[in-house]
């Protein structure tokens, strides 16, 4: 099949809650997107519209004129507060680092206009140690590696410091009350060793990072495909043919070279990929959930018919949306030719595997591409809304293996699907010596789920379409950007490549800053071994070839980095740039570059030093002894 774009608008928005416009959808992003018509908490002029009630708690980011940024932590993120003459203060009014919790109307997609805005009197006790990495008034940002990585201190005239005031490089143990998701207000401050305080000039954001990278702490980059370097973008092609763009093999011979991974190269096209590059992963397409096309890819698997006369128990059924079995099979939207089989069966995982193999291997394939490795069971969505894929037929008998779309029946068996799929490729006798690499498509995740760490343990590399773009929703979405970063580095220590599509669900040309956005926050997570695809609505099947991938950023300084005043601001230092990128701020946040640098912006836009960066934008900004 060549549908992996209508599928990915279908089920990566159920996966992860995320509505985007390439679907159709029309619902509210996963974090918060200030709306224009709400300010210092006035009222709608429509009588007839009463705003929702809305409580939200956590700490305040920043404060300005009858307003506050707030970090409530996941699910949300930061939201915009705004005060006026009837807000009710119980305790001291809004400053940074305070924990509240806030009453008043709106919603989670614009702000809230506040009734009333309480103190927090407590919080739970929390112990964090760690190096500083920046320090700012009242406020410094610990760096506690895995598995919580950054978080930002808060001190006062009550918290009691012993040895040396908070300073760059200082390492400390940190005892007060907070939470991981938002802050600690610390009641001891106590320094456990460092080097002697560095001064740091002025006008730099944040101190300069650590040499070495310790979010995630888990060891070099250890991918043995998408070989580069750090401060190289790393490419790779999604599809050679898709609706009606073909890359002829011509083309795929002289451009071979360029990429890392071909997800989906067409039947009869694999070695024309390969001819001029022996590290090329060419892959074999089929969807983890069925058998392969009996009419397209290849045409090498099996009709309806053929398996209800052979195999009927290993057909998967779907129960409508009430949860009551039927008597159809449970097809995948956009994939008529793919009989839905039951991942839960071993036999079921080892017929798949063994028969993608047997023919990538024999069509001169090295690799193999697995659509739909998620954690929502998109099964059965042919069938109509609230269909899914539920169950068995045995000698007549219905057997349930799942209850809903969203089942953890069904994300262990994906689970052990994937580990299943690594072993036979891996360990059989006669499959490994082919050395058949196992990339899949998966959306970044949080690394601490054990669940994400075994998809990315066992396979090669992990496609991401969501990627930092998330189909051109990703202002204000700040979790995204986070999320994805550390799943970059996560995939890279334990093997996997991330594959990082960024799609922008349009059909015009990208902008520049759209680009920049892409090329940023791709640099922000590459360790030398992941992909980057960027393009518009109609890119797949095409190569989508920037002139700006030729740019080498020299080798990176260190991790990436926070700044202290401007949370949402992030930096990354390399030996001939400096990246920043405003990572999902719903409002214009400032950086501020070293001093003593000349800074070229890659896409040609102008600068300056301070600079504002408005919301989901980023630059990737040319420099000489950046990490100086």
Known sequence: MRQLRALSCLT??????????????????????????VGSG???????????????????????????????????????????????????????????????????????????????????????????ASVGTNVFLLQTGYPHGYIYVQTNASTKFSGARPFVGESVTVSGTGSWSTSITAD?????????????????????????????????????????????????????????????SPQSVADGPRYGIVWGARP???????????????????????????????????????????????????CDPSGTPTNTPAYIAQLPNNIPLDIHNPAVVDYQVRAAANYAIANKYNGLAFDEVLFYNVTGSALGTGYYGCGIYSNGTFIRRYNGQADSNWNNDTVAWVKAAHYILTSDATLAPHHIKMAVNHPAGNITDPNEQAILENTDAD??????????????????????????????????APLVVNDYSQSAPLSPVQIEYSLATYMMGNEGGSGLFTGNANAYGAEQYLPQ???????????????????????????????????????????????NHTYVDIMGRSISNPMTVASGDAFVLLTTNGCH
């Open 188 to 248: 001891t401050v106590t320094q456990t060793g460092a080097p002697s305080p560095t001064p740091v000039p002025s006008s730099s954001p944040t101190a300069s990072p650590s040499s070495s990278p310790s979010f995630p702490p888990n060891g070099p980059n250890t991918v043995k495909i998408m070989r580069s370097e750090p401060g190289k973008f790393g490419l790779y092609q999604v599809f050679d043919e898709f609706n009606r763009n073909l890359i002829t």
């Open 549 to 595: 991938y030729e740019t080498t950023l020299g080798r990176p300084c260190g991790d990436y980095y926070g700044d202290a005043k401007n949370p949402a601001i992030y930096y990354r230092s390399y030996a001939r740039a400096l990246v920043i990128v405003n990572g999902g701020s719903s409002v214009t946040q400032v950086a501020r570059m070293p001093a």
């Open 268 to 318: 009869g096209n694999a070695q024309s990929w390969k001819t001029n590059t022996s590290r090329l992963i060419a892959t074999y397409y089929m969807p983890q959930e069925t058998d392969i096309s009996f009419r397209s890819w290849g045409g090498s698997g099996h009709d309806l018919a053929w398996w209800q006369a052979n195999h009927p128990d290993w057909i998967l059924y779907a």
């Open 12 to 37: 990566f928005s159920a996966a992860i809650s995320l509505a985007f416009a390439g679907c159709g959808g029309s619902g509210s992003l996963p974090s918060n997107q200030v709306g224009a018509a």
């Open 463 to 496: 496609l991401d379409e969501t990627g930092f773009s998330d189909y051109g929703n990703y202002h204000a979405s700040y979790s995204l950007f986070k999320t994805t970063t550390d799943w970059m580095r996560f995939a890279q220590a334990h093997g996997a």
């Open 42 to 132: 006035a009222a709608s002029d429509s009588k007839s519209h009463v705003d929702p009630p809305i409580s939200a708690s956590g700490t305040i980011a920043s404060v300005g004129t009858n307003e506050f940024l707030l970090q409530t932590g996941s699910p949300h993120g930061y939201i915009h507060v705004y005060t006026n003459a009837s807000t009710v203060f119980t305790g001291a009014k809004p400053f940074t680092g305070e924990s509240v919790a806030v009453v008043g109307t709106g919603s989670w997609s614009t702000s809230i206009a506040a009734s009333s805005v309480t103190q927090a009197n407590s919080a739970d006790p929390m112990n964090a140690t760690g190096t500083i």
